[in-house]
């Protein structure tokens, strides 16, 4: 079966200090991935998506970013963090390809406190 | 563009009463639709989803789901409400017809259920 790994599960950074999360899935094979941040508990709003390995979409520009260097490895980055991302980050796996009615499977998220 | 509109923010139900969470949907052509739950720092699981076919979906944990098209709607319920279904659920919305390349999902804002005991 498939499974979602997502670490760590909390974090507390200054802010400036650089940022790596990292994603992996397994149990599958060319996955969809996609990293959300999740506001106050509320909505989600995503940052970045990948169709596969090095392809990376940008939904929204930001202090961030990500890359994927294995098909099932999904990092999160930033150089210097500010107060501002702070929040709750979600990774995402879908399979998909031709077929949009597949739904996606999350991890258990990190806790980012920006300080 | 596509929406998707949780217009409760909070619901509140008695434990043993039937429960609704509101979702409606703007999408061109037609709909996939998802609900999603979410516990207290947890990740997002999938409750069930409506591709094509009956109107009425089940799904995990005894919760169900009816596609209305005419009011592009898509109402989570559940007969009987338990204490531990409290959590956060969000509705989502894509297109079905594929045209290549992503296909972007677009999650409502989430509903707050709390089941009273």
């Known amino acids: 079966s498939q499974t979602i790994h997502q670490w760590p599960a909390t974090l507390v950074q200054p802010v400036g200090s650089p940022l790596s999360l990292e994603c992996t899935v397994e149990?599958?094979?060319?996955?969809?991935l996609y990293w959300y941040r999740q506001a106050a508990g509320r909505g989600l709003q995503l940052l970045f998506y990948s169709v596969g390995i090095g392809q990376i979409s940008s939904e929204v520009p930001q202090n961030l970013s990500a890359s994927r260097p294995q098909d099932r490895q999904f990092i999160l980055s930033s150089k210097k963090l500010l107060l501002s991302d702070s929040g709750f980050y979600l990774c995402?796996?879908?399979?998909?390809?031709?077929?949009?009615?597949?739904?996606?499977?999350f991890g258990q998220g990190t806790r980012l406190t920006v300080v | 563009a596509q929406s998707v509109a949780q217009p409760e923010d909070q619901v509140n139900v008695a434990e043993g009463n039937p429960l609704t969470v509101k979702c409606t949907y703007s999408?061109?052509?037609?709909?996939?639709l998802f609900w999603y739950v979410q516990y207290p720092n947890r990740g997002l699981q999938f409750l069930l989803k409506y591709i094509t076919g009956d109107n009425l979906v089940k799904g995990s944990y005894g919760f169900e789901a009816e596609f209305n098209k005419s009011q592009t709607s898509f109402h989570l319920k559940k007969p009987s409400a338990l204490v531990s279904d409290s959590a956060l659920y969000f509705c989502?919305?894509?297109?079905?017809?594929?045209?290549?390349?992503?296909?972007?999902?677009?999650f409502g804002t989430g509903t707050k259920l709390q089941v009273i005991p």
């Open positions: 989502a919305v894509r297109p079905a017809a594929y045209s290549g390349g992503y296909q972007k999902v677009t």
């Open positions: 995402a796996w879908r399979l998909e390809g031709n077929r949009p009615n597949t739904e996606a499977f």
């Open positions: 999408v061109s052509g037609n709909p996939y």
């Open positions: 149990g599958t094979s060319n996955p969809n």
